[in-house]
């Protein structure tokens, strides 16, 4: 089936405007995860969804960050007022559940390549 | 916090020998280790992971070693080939209320030469 989908691809934006970056896991996978990749560096943990518990928020490196899953599917990754050193790959995962268990696989999207002049 | 090393930064071999990458951990509850392998531009894929019940798995040309009272694991590449090259990343999750969370490594570049 299809993969892990993200868009934009690529978003330039201006110092200090807001953007939303959106993701859409593969169906039926109940865990959605939100990584951030500097350039040759690896990958940040920033947040966590599975199901309909809190989300695990903490990797977000301030509270300019925030993200939403709406039903259970769609998730969007907001930063507000951007600053230069959010430039970076974010990049989103998702995993399935199984008998109740969630599995450890995470499936990446190809993620969104974010410039910030 | 989670903390993994990861050991070389960069790799160069030639075609058909082997590649060793190695990382360490610092947290006793990890119970899961993956490793990513990423092309240019592209997204990570998940080539191998190993469980902390288990010592070694192997897949073809690709191995991964555990070793739990070290905190180290490391991801063993036989008969390599130029398709090979690429940033390979390895990564541990936790469990517990740390279940989603993968710390990764810095990665290895990985060059084979022709």
């Known amino acids: 089936g299809a993969g892990v989908s993200q868009s934009p691809s690529n978003k330039v934006t201006e110092k200090g405007k807001d953007v939303e970056l959106r993701c859409d896991p593969i169906?039926?996978?109940?865990?959605l995860y939100w990584y951030r990749q500097s350039l040759g560096q690896g990958l940040e943990f920033l947040i966590y969804f599975q199901g309909n518990s809190a989300p695990d928020k903490s990797g977000l490196p301030s509270d300019r960050f925030s993200a939403e899953r709406t039903g259970g599917s769609v998730s969007t990754l907001t930063i507000q007022r951007t600053q230069q050193e959010d430039s970076a790959v974010y990049l989103c995962a998702s995993s399935w559940t199984s008998g109740g268990s969630l599995s450890y696989e995470q499936y990446f999207g190809p993620g969104t390549r974010l410039t910030v002049t | 916090g989670e903390n993994v090393e990861q050991h070389p930064s960069t790799l160069s071999v030639q075609e058909g020998d082997s590649a060793v990458i190695k990382c360490t951990y610092s947290d006793s509850a990890s119970n899961y280790f993956p490793w990513y392998k990423q092309e240019l531009g592209k997204r990570p894929q998940l080539i191998i992971d190993i469980r902390s019940n288990v010592g070694e798995k192997k897949d073809q040309r690709i191995a991964v070693t555990l070793n739990k009272t070290a905190k180290h694991f490391s991801l063993h590449i036989t008969e390599t080939q130029p398709e090979d090259s690429a940033v390979y990343f390895c990564?541990?999750?936790?469990?517990?209320?740390?279940?989603?969370?993968?710390?990764f490594g810095q990665g290895t570049i990985l060059t084979v030469h022709p």
């Open positions: 169906s039926g996978h109940t865990a």
């Open positions: 990564a541990e999750n936790a469990g517990g209320t740390s279940y989603g969370k993968l710390t």
